[in-house]
């Protein structure tokens, strides 16, 4: 029995997960799922766009998270239809919280800033200028 090992995933996996999301992601973004979709930062989990080819470990997809989750804390906090609606979470960072990107603001490279978003207040505050910059973070 074959067992896949390969932990990336393809153009077309991003492509369809653009469409879903009604998003571009971030170049470097992309990048890192090229290699490493479904794969972790430490302990933080990085959303992968989901891929057929490996459904088991992309399941919980950015695309799952942010028509989901995402929509319930904005729902719960208030959040919705305002200055959240720029952002875009990739990664959930303790009890809900969210790493995102936010496509109002775009750090140097052009990239959306990457924020942390809290769901206690609702507020972000800026983290990284783009995901390169996140990746780079001790």
């Not at 390969?6 to 879903?20: M, W």
Request: hydrophobic share 45%; aromatic share 12%; net charge negative.
């Amino acid at each position: 029995m074959s067992k896949n090992t390969s932990i990336g995933t393809t153009p077309q996996a991003i492509a369809a997960a653009e469409q879903a999301l009604g998003r571009t992601l971030p170049a470097s973004y992309v990048q890192w799922l090229l290699l490493n979709n479904g794969r972790a930062l430490g302990a933080l989990n990085v959303f992968p766009v989901y891929d057929a080819a490996n459904a088991r470990k992309t399941w919980e997809s950015i695309q799952r998270h942010y028509h989901d989750n995402w929509q319930q804390w904005l729902e719960n906090t208030g959040a919705a239809g305002h200055a959240a609606d720029a952002l875009l979470p990739f990664a959930q960072f303790g009890t809900g919280d969210y790493y995102c990107f936010d496509y109002a603001r775009t750090g140097p490279t052009g990239e959306a800033v990457v924020v942390l978003w809290s769901h206690e207040t609702g507020a972000t505050s800026e983290v990284a200028p783009d995901f390169a910059a996140f990746l780079a973070l001790p």
